[in-house]
């Protein structure tokens, strides 16, 4: 199969939404979407996803998944309103449990991963449908722990494992990523077949070249400046710690983790009726 896949850009973000889809009137799923948030007035805005919801609906496309990579360090993620708009299940790596006790200790949320607040947890190897399409979850650890790729039809979804060729690879130094781990993971996805498109979810186009957000294996085997063919797994860990020690947080970590480790749920309100983003002092 080759699904149809419509791309939305925030480039305030810089990340990529990807609407997988079989054509007008088919199922669909649309993975990794964006609610924006004004970190500075805490302010959030639809603009973003009601961008992804028009393009639904004039494709008359019954959403069937809301597909999540990773718990996101760099933006919310807008699937629990797509879904109220658009219906579907929101889904995700089932070793998202993990980053829930990690960080609901450190938010002091009670969340020790018994509710995962998903309506799917996806195991590696699990399969499941958008309609007529096939989708194949592939963990890929090591960016997180619950990191996961999703292969459909002829296209696969890799989230941050990597990057366009010129950038290579995301980061591995966050709570229970490991740069090993992220150098096998990439492996899998580089073992597919060389025709294979690769979506990203993430790009920081250098100067002189806009964003781009599909690339293919031979294209990353060949030119991906930290994973191509040649490059060993010591080589790799080596630069990717290296690299990984000179990186500051992103400037929406601690928002978007809490948030999207809830399946996307803004927190609930207090008394006064305001929802409040927490924010630990000198524990990250």
Known sequence: ???????????????????????????????????????????????????????????????????????????????????????GRIGIGARVVEIQKCFGKMFNFGLDGSDAAFDRLFEDGDIFSIGTIQARVMAVPGHTPADVAYVIGDAAFVGDTLFAPDLGSARADFPGGCARELYRSAQKILALSPETRLFLCHDYPPEGRGPRWETTVAEERAQNKHLRDGIDEDEFVRMRTARDATLSLPALMLPSVQVNMRAGQLPPKDSNGIAYIRIPIDTV
């Open 1 to 87: 199969m080759n699904p149809c896949v419509q791309t939305f850009f925030d480039p305030s973000t810089a990340t990529a939404t990807h609407v997988v889809h079989d054509g007008p009137g088919s199922q669909a799923a649309i993975v990794d979407s964006v609610l924006d948030f004004d970190i500075r007035s805490g302010r959030t805005s639809r603009a973003s996803a009601d961008q992804v919801a028009r393009f639904v609906r004039e494709q008359r496309l019954q959403v069937a998944w809301h597909l999540e990579t990773h718990v996101h360090a760099d933006h919310l993620s807008a699937a629990p309103y797509l879904q109220s708009l658009l219906g």
